[in-house]
């Protein structure tokens, strides 16, 4: 495949991150992505909203990357119950309680991340806008694969056992001996 320019889209997409009490006196908040704002400008820990305890953040603003080779995976996205970004997260130090690492539209890419263990990957319902963005991508860049089924080979490899087993051992009833065993045996 030819590397087209043009087969490459971003996005600013800004990462709301809700903070709400936890259950439990072990885990005194609980963090979520709440959604995400298309085309959003810079953003670092704004607070969008506050009810009682429960605060929402518009934690950070990251570029959402669409790769013409990656077509796959956000079309079986796009085909999910509902369409959704992936937000990967990792805990950080300081202030700001979590570090906005990537957001993506390909469930494999995320999957990848969920493997490791130490990064937290959110699922955020895409806007309609969006889904709309991501579409026209798929539907521009997209080409099926074609199946191509294997062929076998004509060589006959059950009829002559050549190069297997060890030259030391003279019969099969010798197969299980230890070479060393034999050698002295014979001597």
């Known amino acids: 495949m030819i590397h087209n320019p043009n087969m490459y889209r971003t996005m600013p997409v800004g990462v709301v991150l809700r903070k709400a009490p936890g259950v439990t006196r072990w885990v005194p908040w609980v963090w979520t992505a709440s959604g995400v704002l298309p085309g959003a400008g810079p953003a670092n820990w704004h607070e969008l909203r506050r009810e009682g305890e429960v605060v929402e953040y518009h934690a950070a603003t990251v570029t959402l990357e669409l790769h013409g080779a990656e077509t796959e995976a956000y079309l079986s996205g796009l085909s999910a119950e ?89 019969t099969e009833a010798d197969i299980y001996a230890s070479p060393d065993l034999k050698r002295r045996r014979l001597q």
Do not use: N
């Open 82 to 170: 509902i369409p959704s970004l992936f937000i990967v997260l990792r805990e950080a130090d300081g202030d700001c309680p979590l570090e906005v690492v990537l957001i993506t539209a390909s469930p494999y890419e995320a999957q990848d991340y969920t493997d490791s263990g130490e990064e937290i990957v959110e699922k955020v319902a895409m806007p309609a806008g969006m889904i709309a963005w991501v579409r026209e991508f798929v539907e521009a860049f997209h080409e099926e694969e074609v199946f191509v089924k294997r062929k076998r080979d004509k060589k006959r490899v059950d009829l002559v056992q050549d190069g297997i087993g060890d030259a030391r051992i003279a």
